[in-house]
Each structure stands twice: as C-alpha cells, then as structure tokens.
T-cell receptor, first 114, second 114 residues
C-alpha cells in the first residue's frame, strides 16, 4: 500500500482555471505538508498542518488554499492558475510536529499551466 | 533565519570510488539535519538524519553522514559508489523553533559512471 498518495499525478490546465490536488496518507501521522519543486528542482515548503490545524504558512499567494478535512488528508486548491504555478507539488507527512521527525513524501503532482 | 547550502550542483564519480556530497547549514539553536534522495520522477526518500549523539550517522543503502558542529557541515558519504546511486540529493535542516519548518538545500545531482 502506498504510504503517501497524491492525485492526480499529472495536471494540465489553462491559465485562469481553478484546480485541486488531493493527498492522503495511511501512516497514521499527525502532520502533513505541501512543497513546491520548481523547474530547477528547488524545493520550498508551502504549508504544514498538524492535526488539521495550520502551523506553517509560507509566503504563498492567497490563490493557494490548503484544506485538511481530517488528519489523513491535506488537499491543495489553486484559484486563477498562472503560468508561474507550473511545478511539481509534493505532499509529505510526519509522525508529529517534532523537529526530529522524518518526512515521508508522496510521488508528486506535475502541474502544467498553459 | 535558517539556511542550507549544497555548494556543488553536480558530483561525478566512478563506480566503486568513494563519494561525498557536501552540505553546510546556518541556524540559530541546535540543528536537526536530514538527507533525502530523489530518483527521476519520484518523490523524496529519507536516507538518514542527525538528531543528537554520535556525530557519524549511518543510513539507508550504505550511506553515512558526519555532523561537524565547528564547521557547520553534514556531508553525505559512501565508501563505494554504485551506478544506481545516481540521483538528486537534498540536505535539509530543522530547528526547535520556527514551527519546525524544514529548509532544504538546492540539491546536488550525483552521477555515478560505470
């Protein structure tokens, strides 16, 4: 069974559209994250939730809105997509909010905005 | 602010030779250091971490890393490289403040040639 799964794996859409990426983890972890990896492979954290509570909210346009319906799911909704949003988005989870916890990453969602 | 530097974009080694992928960090407080590996079109996978204790940390696939507080470094090493080690390697740091946010280095592409 996949520990951290994301859907869809690929997402191609037009500028101005609204889209969502879903993430689920079956590890029983309390903390989940969204990362963005750009075309140069640089990895930046966007959001982190611990037990459905937002604990990290980096400088991300407010077109990006995370939603955590329960601690096993963290979805990312993006409004009014722009060309610069094209990237690979990774979901991750860790056991708790401890600084020593290992993060487990999903396979990524490659978003292409045309 | 916390930061991580991976000074080499690319490291090339011959199969069977030792490899080193460099990482230096800057934090206020005690660092918690991680290495992750990313194979093409995959998510990041955990290799090893330093939390406290012995400065030499052993991890997956024969990798190890040495924490050096005076040099603020956490270089990844392997005594004998395999072609299958070719991948993108990320160093990351967390501290027990700042909501435990992970800061990743820009990544180092390791190529092991037969």
């Amino acid at each position: 069974d996949t520990a951290v799964s994301q859907t869809p794996k690929y997402l191609v859409t037009q500028m101005g559209n609204d889209k969502s990426i879903k993430c689920e983890q079956n590890l029983g972890h309390d903390t989940m994250y969204w990362y963005k990896q750009d075309s140069k492979k640089f990895l930046k954290i966007m959001f982190s939730y611990n037990n459905k509570e937002l604990i990290i909210n980096e400088t991300v346009p407010n077109r990006f809105s995370p939603k955590s319906p329960d601690k096993a799911h963290l979805n990312l909704h993006i409004n009014s997509l722009e060309l610069g949003d094209s990237a690979v988005y990774f979901c991750a989870s860790s056991l708790g909010g401890q600084f020593t916890d290992t993060q487990y990453f999903g396979p990524g969602t490659r978003l292409t905005v045309l | 602010a916390q930061s991580v530097a991976q000074p080499e974009d690319q490291v090339n080694v011959a199969e069977g030779n030792p490899l080193t992928v460099k990482c230096t960090y800057s934090v206020s407080g005690n660092p918690y250091l991680f290495w992750y590996v990313q194979y093409p079109n995959r998510g990041l996978q955990f290799l090893l971490k330093y939390i406290t204790g012995d400065n030499l940390v052993k991890g997956s696939y024969g990798f190890e890393a040495e924490f050096n507080k005076s040099q603020t470094s956490f270089h990844l090493k392997k005594p004998s490289a395999l072609v299958s080690d070719s991948a993108l390697y990320f160093c990351a740091v967390r501290v027990n403040t700042n909501a435990g946010k992970s800061t990743f280095g820009d990544g180092t592409t390791l190529t092991v040639k037969p």
